[in-house]
């Protein structure tokens, strides 16, 4: 045969490979995907084609996306021309749910059949289908099938611990909504600020969205007892939170607001001292009540003026009073005037009822309504916010402490503390949200040398223990287990202060939230997400401007036949990422040997007992990892 023509078919053949591997990259896994042979070329003459306002939409952001990759826009309009080369987007309802989406890719162009969500879907799909084979955008001819297996997909942002710009938040909702995410639950208040401007009340933002300190020391020790006496603080104006919302619906994200109350209200009440548990009166307004609990320890009654800027459970709580359930109500009413959601999340968690205890306040609401105790009194007081919100046709979401003193009729429960509270909950007919913190606080460590990480507040959360979550309990019927609406990731921000801290505690761990969401507990394969999936989502977080962390690369070790000699294959897991390694004992960076391909481990030294290989992952763009260890047995 002509070797030119051997060298062409040679390329062809390499580039389906290509082609081949990047339909095995969907993130999260399409729940069919029959992959043909061939591919399209999409160019800048393509066009693409969506008749709804809507749909129209959803494809100029895709648009938009699709030049960060190709250089190139694409024209929208809404009939196709009479030829050309196009991206017909269908819009009917697929499966019967509003999520489900058809992609066919064909040689002659891209049909994607959806309801408005499934179209938005089916464009995520394909923009990450896209590759760029020198000049050519080119996508594989394939044909998908696919919609999630839970409604309720969401990730929430603690706004309140450290504040986040309308920037970052944005940059957030991008990246969520790439990976099919339909849900952002805003912690907008708690003890240490309150981030949403509130007309009626308009100290809430003046005194209670800033604070004098904050401390940085581990909250587990106490130790360092370090403060930042910078100021800290900020709030969304009621524009720019509506901006968010919007941003968001564009990107079929629903925002949902959370609201704390009775407890975790030390801001508020800081601003707004009447509305606590004690009467205010000359002597408690700047002071401590001297009060004990039924041991006779000190209770730490403080009435403050300031914002805290330490962690953990505050005990100034909201008083059950008219004059709080009224400030309650003006609250939420603008609160409902800005997020349209059908749930509004009223918190709910971590309430000391020490408090109450000693609060004449509260003991005279307690005898009044004939209420056995305080969690009755709890229970009481979200009752009563939910009767107000369901009036105004809307549902309230609380953390599962609302199950204690019993439950608001309405009420959907997010199961924080374990997956106990959820299966109560379904089990009485309620839906659930689970959140567990054993798999889905981001606010935990990634390794478990916590050493080699930026400082947490605590726990071990790596990928793989994300990734096997799954979110309906096996203590639960198949007719209670249709109250899991679906699954939902918490970042909570005592200590993260950036940015970049942020986005490194959320990636890659919202990747695998984005399978755990999307995939039947059946359909999940970990090692092909960590093999087929993570690196090229990875580089396209990194081209995105993302600081995820890096993760340890798969390191084989097997032993090689002939010599006997343990041979060592590492694979890193970001897409056209290199590795430097050492196995002599010192230390791994750039300077030390770059990996090619497998390596044949030395012969220990005869007082050694064992090797160790040391090895750094150093992005394409230039970000190295920390030195990871792998004993070399
Ligand atoms: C929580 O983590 N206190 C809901």
């Avoid at 509260?362 to 009563?384: G, M, N, T, W």
């Avoid at 599962?400 to 003193?405: A, F, K, P, R, Y």
Wanted: cysteine-free.
């Amino acid at each position: 045969m002509n070797k030119n023509l051997l060298i062409a078919g040679l390329l062809l053949f390499l580039s389906q490979v290509s082609l081949l591997a990047q339909t095995h990259q969907l993130l999260p896994q399409p729940k069919t995907l029959i992959a043909a042979e061939g591919h399209w070329t999409l160019d800048p003459g393509t066009v693409l084609v969506a008749e709804s306002a809507s749909a129209r939409k959803s494809a100029l952001l895709f648009s938009g996306l699709l030049e960060t990759k190709t250089g190139f826009e694409l024209p929208v309009l809404m009939q196709a021309p009479a030829h050309g080369s196009l991206i017909v987007l269908e819009e009917s309802m697929v499966a019967d749910n509003p999520e489900a989406y058809t992609l066919e890719v064909s040689g002659d162009g891209v049909i994607i059949r959806g309801a408005d969500r499934g179209l938005f879907y089916g464009l995520q799909s394909l923009f990450q289908l896209v590759e760029m084979q020198g000049s050519n955008a080119v996508v594989p001819q394939v044909e998908i099938a696919d919609a999630p297996a839970f409604g309720y997909r969401g990730i929430m942002l603690d706004v309140s611990r450290h504040f986040f710009s309308t920037a970052q938040v944005k940059k957030m909702l991008d990246l969520m909504s790439q990976l099919k995410f339909n849900t952002l639950h805003w912690h907008l208040t708690d003890d240490q600020g309150w981030r949403l401007e509130i007309k009626k009340y308009p100290k809430l933002t003046e005194i209670g969205a800033w604070r004098d300190s904050t401390i940085i020391g581990q909250y587990y020790d106490y130790q360092p007892f370090i403060y930042d006496n910078e100021k800290h603080g900020g709030y969304y104006t009621q524009e720019e939170a509506r901006e968010i919302v919007r941003y968001a619906a564009e990107r079929k994200i629903t925002v949902i607001p959370e609201i704390e109350l009775p407890g975790h209200s030390s801001a508020v009440l800081a601003a707004y001292p009447e509305f606590g548990s004690f009467e205010i009166t000359e002597g408690t307004a700047k002071g401590t009540i001297a009060a004990e609990n039924e041991k006779g320890e000190p209770l730490n009654h403080e009435i403050s003026k300031q914002v805290p800027g330490y962690w953990g459970v505050h005990y100034n709580i909201y008083g059950p009073t008219p004059a709080a359930f009224s400030f309650l109500e003006d609250v939420l009413t603008e609160v409902m005037d800005i997020f349209p959601s059908e749930y509004i999340h009223i918190g709910g968690d971590e309430v000391p009822k020490d408090h109450w205890k000693t609060s004449a306040i509260a003991q005279k609401v307690i005898k009044k309504e004939k209420l056995e105790d305080e969690h009755e009194l709890q229970s009481y007081f979200i009752q009563r916010i939910e009767a107000f919100l369901n009036e105004n046709g809307r549902q309230i979401i609380g953390w599962d402490e609302i199950l204690e003193g019993g439950l608001a009729p309405n009420a959907t429960v997010m199961s924080w503390r374990g997956e106990q509270g959820g299966i109560d909950a379904a089990k009485m007919g309620h839906d659930v949200i689970m959140t567990p913190n054993s798999h889905l606080y981001f606010d935990h460590y990634q390794a478990e040398d916590k050493t080699t990480e930026p400082l947490a507040i605590g726990g071990f959360l790596p990928l793989e223990k994300v990734y096997s979550y799954s979110p309906v309990p096996e203590a639960l019927s198949e007719e209670e287990a249709a109250h899991v609406l679906g699954v939902q990731a918490n970042l909570w921000t005592e200590y993260i202060p950036t940015n970049q801290k942020m986005e490194y505690f959320l990636f890659p761990r919202a990747l695998a939230l984005a399978e755990v969401a999307w995939k039947t507990k059946e359909d999940k394969d970990y090692q092909s997400f960590l093999r087929d999936r993570l690196p090229a989502r990875l580089l396209s977080l990194e081209k995105q401007g993302v600081f995820f962390r890096i993760p340890e690369a798969i390191v084989d070790i097997s032993r090689e036949p002939e010599s006997g000699r343990q041979l060592i294959h590492i694979q890193p897991l970001v897409e056209g990422a290199k590795v430097y390694y050492t196995v002599d004992g010192h230390k791994a960076d750039q300077t030390a040997r770059l990996y090619t391909g497998p390596v044949l481990a030395p012969i220990p030294g005869k007082d050694q007992e064992s090797l160790v290989l040391r090895y750094v992952t150093v992005t394409p763009g230039g970000r190295s990892s920390n030195e990871f260890h792998v004993p070399i047995e």
